[in-house]
Nanobody, 122 residues
């Protein structure tokens, strides 16, 4: 089981940028597909982006062209670069991973970290 700690969130104006980090410990990080998720109050958690162990990426339509997911296996860390931020990006952002990409895409996890808050407001 991999323990995950998200960081890098904060308050930013529309059009601004943030870079989120997800540090992993335990498990075999480089063997896992990883994903970023977000959840606004009263709403379902939604998938934002995924990256496989081989580096293949996918993005939700709402963030395509604005967000970039990446990973540094030497540091056991996955990143989410967020540009051109919009108020609708406001949410708590979480990361998680599993050897099977389908389970990441489904958000099928038994536990989650604390997440990091992103607030986009003028």
């Amino acid at each position: 089981q991999v323990q995950l700690v998200e960081s890098g969130g904060g308050l930013v104006q529309p059009g601004g940028s943030l870079r989120l980090s997800c540090a992993a410990s335990g498990g075999i990080f480089r063997m896992n597909a990883m994903g970023w998720f977000r959840q606004a109050p009263g709403k379902q958690r939604e998938l934002v982006a995924t990256i496989t162990s081989g580096g293949s990426t996918n993005y939700a339509d709402s963030v395509k062209g604005r967000f970039t997911i990446s990973r540094d296996n030497a540091k056991n860390t996955v990143y989410l670069q967020m540009n051109s931020l919009k108020p609708e990006d406001t949410a708590v952002y979480y990361c998680n991973g599993h050897p099977l990409l389908i389970r990441v895409s489904r958000g099928d996890f038994s536990s989650w970290g604390q997440g990091t808050q992103v607030t986009v407001s003028s």
